[in-house]
């Protein structure tokens, strides 16, 4: 079974950038035909994809956050990143990753709250 878990800063000041990163277990991230997402979930709102890297490192992100939206891997890890720069605080969020097979969307991380302060 596929465990993911998120870890980073539960505190970002206005214009920083946000750094989170996805640890996973009982899977390779380059394993093929593995994408894995952030998708976050703004106080009293629905969730959000972001972005996605998939198993060949390819990035794609969300048309309204890719000017500030990076996803990098660490392999010898088995690890990926989440960067979003020049937060305000309408960023403010729990962030999930989560893990997609082909068309089959499987687990998720349990979620981190990440506050953005003015």
């Known amino acids: 079974q596929v465990q993911l878990q998120e870890s980073g800063p539960g505190l970002v000041n206005v214009s920083q950038t946000l750094s989170l990163t996805c640890t996973v277990s009982?899977?390779?991230?380059?394993?093929?035909?593995?994408?894995w997402n952030w998708i976050r979930q703004p106080p009293g709102k629905g969730l959000e994809w972001m972005g996605v890297?998939?198993?060949?490192?390819?990035?794609y992100y969300s048309p309204s956050l890719k000017s500030r939206t990076s996803i990098s891997r660490d392999t010898s890890k088995n690890q990926f990143t989440l960067h979003l720069s020049s937060v305000t605080p309408e960023d403010t969020a729990v962030y999930y990753c989560?893990?997609?097979?082909?068309?089959?969307?499987?687990?998720w991380g349990q979620g981190t709250l990440v506050t953005v302060s003015s």
């Open positions: 989560q893990q997609r097979t082909g068309a089959i969307w499987g687990s």
């Open positions: 009982g899977a390779s991230i380059t394993t093929d035909l593995h994408y």
């Open positions: 890297i998939n198993y060949d490192g390819d990035t």
